[in-house]
């Protein structure tokens, strides 16, 4: 199956600060999500990104899917901002057979 | 999350009992996902209803598990003769439609004693 990495697992920073998590993926895939889980353990989807560039607010992302990686970029990071962010991939256009990496869990301090 | 509906929201039992974790999610989405996630990991896929279609279990780690989904509608996942390593919190998702996202319930944490 496709393998998903994440990086970097952990991160701390600054309120303010801006950063980048990336998803790298082993083979060609037809469907990319982001999540965020927040600390009570609930999950938001925050981008559907099979390919291009969307941005929401503060947050926007990247995928290149011919170099098999994605990019989550975070700008003026706030509190709320913390939690674990999950890169999630499959190669159909459906959601079956998606997996997800194991997150990397970003930390904001005021 | 919005329209995903899971319960127990905890449940703690003892070595070798059977558990049952149920999911409701809005009607209208036929499709319909069981995943766990153990302490500090990601998510794992267990099973995925689609419609009238034949659910795909390959994610189901053991004969020990098993689900169903009534109706088209509530969705319940039954672990037998649980053992200590189930622990985990188990997510349920629907399918989305249009940008065809994952919307996941808040969990049921299962903690075998």
């Known amino acids: 199956g496709i393998q998903v990495e994440q990086s970097p697992p952990d991160l701390i920073l600054q309120e303010g600060a801006n950063s980048t998590l990336r998803c790298n993926f082993s083979?060609?895939?037809?469907?990319l999500q982001w999540f965020h889980q927040n600390p009570w353990g609930q999950l938001i989807n925050l981008f559907y990104?099979?390919?291009g560039t969307k941005q929401n607010g503060r947050l926007s992302a990247t995928t290149v899917a011919t170099e098999r990686y994605s990019l989550l970029y975070i700008s003026s990071s706030q509190t709320t901002d913390s939690g674990v962010y999950f890169c999630?991939?499959?190669?159909?256009?459906?959601?079956?057979?998606?997996?997800f990496g194991t997150g990397t869990r970003l930390t904001i301090i005021p | 999350g919005a329209g995903v509906s899971q319960s127990p929201s905890n449940k703690v039992t003892e070595k070798g009992k059977d558990v049952e974790l149920r999911c409701d999610p809005i009607s209208g989405h036929t499709a319909l996902y069981w995943y766990r996630q153990s302490l500090g990991q990601g998510l794992e896929f267990l099973i995925y209803?689609?419609?009238?279609?034949?659910?795909?279990k390959s994610g189901l780690p053991s004969d020990r598990f098993s689900a169903e989904r009534t109706g088209g509608s509530v969705s319940t996942l039954t672990i037998q003769r649980t053992q200590q390593e189930d622990s985990a919190v188990y997510l349920c998702?629907?399918?989305?439609?249009?940008?065809?996202?994952?919307?996941f319930g808040a969990g049921s944490r299962l903690t075998v004693l």
């Open positions: 990104i099979p390919s």
């Open positions: 999630a991939v499959g190669p159909n256009f459906g959601n079956e057979k998606l997996t």
């Open positions: 083979d060609s895939v037809n469907n």
């Open positions: 998702a629907r399918g989305g439609t249009g940008a065809n996202v994952l919307t």
């Open positions: 209803f689609q419609g009238n279609s034949a659910p795909d």
